[in-house]
């Protein structure tokens, strides 16, 4: 098939517009896979499928039969959801188009909009596509609207992807208004790596863009960035499992295996040209900012090789994950995570946690934080830990920073009140606001990210009845008054809980933390002093009083075996304790603690 006769595409769409469910149909319709037989092909993860979301962009290519000429179609499917935004553009650079698919009763939302405008900076060709038609609240007419009003689209194609209803409208589209790719096969090679998995036996695999020139068996080439050699092994295309093929060529998307063993050697962006034949290489991407980190320690009785080894696997195959070791009085050796965002951080635990149970504890997260110094270095913070204790001017620290955001959020008129209210409480100052050719009003926000990944979205949504939806892009650090907020024990900060805050929510933070804290610390050998401190200043106080869990009480005074087994069960409990400073702490509060904030 010549390249005049490919198309590059991905799907553009707010979260749960029908992205995957539309992919499938695309599949089945081109006969990759069999009708009705597997939900979200291309969500492979575990928890993609679970979840209903996307988390890492996958591809698949398919041919399509269009007018007596076979046609080469390869669909980049991405992640809906903002904190993959990075992962998003990524994709747009392999394809000269979108479908921008609307949910017919929804209309244009937050991330249409975001989305839209990404792909069309990087001169993507826009295909509108309005799904759901089947709902009983589906307005075609209206959505159809907004489309030209909001982005000046014309000619939606109106489908059901979940009855199947006109989707085979969807294909003609794309060949239509799609353009090809503009390589040359007749030039020296030039691929763009797309994405990396690594696979225990084949090693690294790499998803290539064929930007110029093609690639085969026994090519050797050469990466732009490391300088390293590779031969190559095999190239193939996803379909939508590997099938091997004898060569890639210009325009196409697809896989190269070239025994490449460290994960570490694949930068996402980096050009992969042959040896000796040089090119010029592509610009590639800005690198990835981990936005969300948390500790994660093994809890009593795991095994920290294995767990070791899982976390490392992980990371591996999601390169947008960081790894630290990191180590904590209260908790012991354990790991620092960075992520994209909480919804990131909240599936990579939960496939830790299926792998592995209950054996792992998490601290809560928190965002980089920049501290100033006096002489003007600057440093970024990522463990609540090493953040200064005093508040800034103080010790050598000139100035403390924390991360913001700007959140844009669309909502039915009659809930701005209610947003505006909710962002003001998560320290949200107003940018803007705008009446939406939909009827929406879009207003933004300059928002702390320490508040936005404490559940703000969860917030906006139950303040608007599900109806608002959001998007945010970083906007920087800025000066802000933040504070180290610690759980003392018996005089005894607890590293692994201490967390960073704006000043004003100290208080309130400190008298609950010490409550909570308390309830988990019920039967206690020896008095304990619990105290919520910030700088040098005690916010609350509480002590644990003494009392010895009485596990005899039951028993008649002659049963002397069961009597010393119970007393020696009680003992084996105690040095199952850990200990902070002098004094033991049953590892059951931390993580009670833990799984509550
Ligand atoms: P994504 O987040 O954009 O990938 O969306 P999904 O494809 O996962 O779809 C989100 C939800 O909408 C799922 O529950 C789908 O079954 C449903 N859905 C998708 N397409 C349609 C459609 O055409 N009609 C109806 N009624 N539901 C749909
Ligand atoms: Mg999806």
């Known amino acids: 098939i010549p390249i005049d006769r490919y198309r590059n595409f991905s799907i553009v769409a707010h979260v749960d517009h029908g992205k995957s469910t539309l992919s499938d149909r695309l599949l089945e319709l081109t006969g990759v896979i069999e009708p009705g037989s597997n939900k979200q092909?291309?969500?492979?993860?575990?928890?993609?499928?679970?979840?209903?979301i996307t988390v890492k962009a996958q591809t698949c290519t398919m041919i399509y039969n269009h007018k007596n000429k076979d046609y080469l179609l390869h669909l980049v499917d991405t992640p809906g959801h903002v904190d993959f935004r990075q992962e998003v553009s990524r994709s747009y650079a392999s394809c000269g188009g979108a479908l921008l698919l609307v949910d017919a009763s929804q209309g244009v939302q937050a991330q249409t909009v975001a989305n839209f405008h990404l792909a069309d900076d990087l001169g993507l060709e826009l295909v509108p596509v309005i799904n759901k038609i089947d709902l009983p609240h589906a307005d075609v007419p209206r959505v159809t609207e907004q489309l030209f009003d909001m982005f000046g689209l014309l000619d939606p194609v109106a489908i059901s992807a979940k009855a199947g209803l006109h989707v085979e409208k969807?294909?003609?589209?794309?060949?239509?208004?799609?353009?090809?790719?503009?390589?040359?096969?007749?030039?020296?090679?030039?691929?763009?790596?797309?994405?990396?998995?690594?696979?225990?036996?084949?090693?690294?695999?790499?998803?290539?863009?064929?930007?110029?020139?093609?690639?085969?068996?026994?090519?050797?080439?050469?990466?732009?960035?490391?300088?390293?050699k590779y031969e190559v092994k095999e190239v193939g295309i996803m379909y939508p499992e590997r099938v091997s093929t004898k060569n890639l060529s210009a325009g196409q998307l697809g896989y190269i295996i070239t025994g490449m063993k460290r994960s570490q050697d694949a930068h996402?962006?980096?050009?992969?040209?042959?040896?000796?034949?040089?090119?010029?290489?592509?610009?590639?991407?800005?690198?990835?900012?981990?936005m969300v980190f948390l500790g994660a320690f093994p809890a009593e009785g795991a095994n920290f090789e294995q767990l070791e080894e899982s976390i490392e696997q992980l990371t591996l195959n999601d390169r947008s994950v960081t790894l630290q070791k990191e180590s904590s009085n209260a908790l012991g050796q354990g790991w620092r995570l960075g992520f994209l965002g909480t919804l990131h951080a909240s599936v990579f635990k939960e496939r830790l946690e299926k792998e592995h149970g209950g054996s792992l504890i998490f601290t809560a997260p928190t965002v980089p934080y920049k501290i100033v110094?006096?002489?003007?270095?600057?440093?970024?913070?990522?463990?609540?830990?090493?953040?200064?204790?005093?508040?800034?001017?103080?010790?050598?620290?000139?100035?403390?920073?924390?991360?913001?955001?700007?959140?844009?959020?669309?909502t039915p008129p009659e809930y701005v009140g209610q947003v505006v209210q909710l962002c003001q409480a998560f320290r949200g100052q107003q940018s803007?606001?705008?009446?939406?050719?939909?009827?929406?009003?879009?207003?933004?926000f300059l928002i702390p990210l320490a508040e936005l990944v404490d559940?703000?979205?969860?917030?906006?949504?139950?303040?608007?009845?599900?109806?608002?939806?959001?998007?945010?892009?970083?906007?920087?650090?800025?000066?802000?008054?933040?504070?180290?907020?610690?759980?003392?024990?018996?005089?005894n900060s607890v590293d692994a809980?201490?967390?960073?805050?704006?000043?004003?929510?100290?208080?309130?933070?400190?008298?609950?933390?010490?409550?909570?804290?308390?309830?988990?610390?019920?039967?206690?050998?020896?008095?304990?002093?619990?105290?919520?401190?910030?700088?040098?200043?005690?916010?609350?106080?509480?002590?644990v009083k003494a009392k010895r869990k009485d596990v005899l009480h039951k028993l008649h005074a002659a049963d002397i075996t069961r009597r010393k087994k119970l007393l020696a069960k009680q003992k084996e409990g105690k040095n199952r304790m850990q200990s902070v400073g002098r004094v033991h702490i049953p590892q059951e509060a931390y993580q009670g603690f833990l799984a509550r904030d």
Request: charge should be negative; hydrophobic fraction near 40%; proline fraction near 5%.
């Open 497 to 543: 809980l201490a967390k960073v805050m704006h000043v004003s929510q100290v208080d309130e933070k400190g008298r609950i933390w010490v409550d909570k804290f308390k309830e988990y610390m019920r039967y206690q050998l020896f008095e304990i002093i619990l105290q919520a401190r910030c700088g040098n200043r005690i916010i609350a106080r509480s002590t």
């Open 170 to 228: 969807v294909l003609p589209a794309i060949v239509e208004r799609i353009p090809p790719p503009t390589g040359k096969l007749d030039q020296p090679l030039k691929s763009l790596l797309v994405d990396s998995w690594f696979d225990p036996f084949l090693g690294v695999i790499l998803l290539v863009h064929i930007v110029d020139g093609k690639v085969s068996k026994g090519t050797k080439i050469m990466s732009a960035h490391t300088g390293f």
């Open 455 to 491: 559940d703000f979205f969860g917030k906006l949504k139950g303040a608007t009845k599900g109806y608002a939806s959001l998007d945010y892009e970083d906007a920087g650090y800025q000066s802000s008054q933040i504070v180290k907020l610690e759980l003392l024990v018996n005089g």
């Open 41 to 52: 092909v291309l969500d492979k993860l575990d928890v993609e499928r679970e979840r209903g």
């Open 268 to 290: 996402i962006g980096d050009t992969f040209m042959q040896v000796n034949h040089p090119v010029e290489a592509l610009p590639g991407f800005e690198e990835v900012k981990p």
């Open 373 to 410: 110094e006096k002489d003007g270095t600057e440093r970024i913070v990522t463990n609540p830990d090493d953040f200064p204790q005093m508040t800034s001017g103080a010790m050598g620290v000139k100035d403390l920073q924390e991360p913001f955001v700007e959140a844009t959020i669309h």
């Open 432 to 444: 803007d606001v705008e009446y939406l050719a939909n009827g929406q009003v879009c207003a933004k």
